[in-house]
């Protein structure tokens, strides 16, 4: 029997993640049931409001969320930021 899974979808909003196939306006569902990990592509929210989809890894002993464009900065994770989910699908329009 499969698990129950907690599903949203978010619209993706700008090019920080064109390297990694996830470009602007596309939809990725995320599994809120999931912790992000280590070179996972996850969903994060920021100061309670705004939420991300980035990568997360471990850089000399601190999390970062990390772009797929390096025009962008990777982000210290910190009180400020937290998980929302695992990013399992992508869909896009035609």
């Known amino acids: 029997k499969e ?3 907690e599903l949203i979808a978010l619209k ?12 602007d306006d596309d939809l990725v569902v995320i599994d809120k049931s999931i ?24 850089i000399e002993n601190k999390k970062y969320l990390i772009p797929a464009n390096k025009v962008y900065e990777n982000m210290l994770v910190d009180e400020n930021i937290s998980s929302i989910g695992k990013v399992i699908s992508l ?4």
């Open 12 to 23: 993706i909003n700008g090019d920080s993640m064109i390297e990694a196939g996830l470009l």
């Open 35 to 58: 912790t992000p990990n280590d070179g996972d592509i996850g969903a994060f929210l920021i100061n309670n409001i705004e939420a991300t989809v980035k990568y997360i890894d471990t």
């Open 3 to 5: 698990k129950n899974k």
């Open 91 to 94: 869909f896009r329009d035609m």
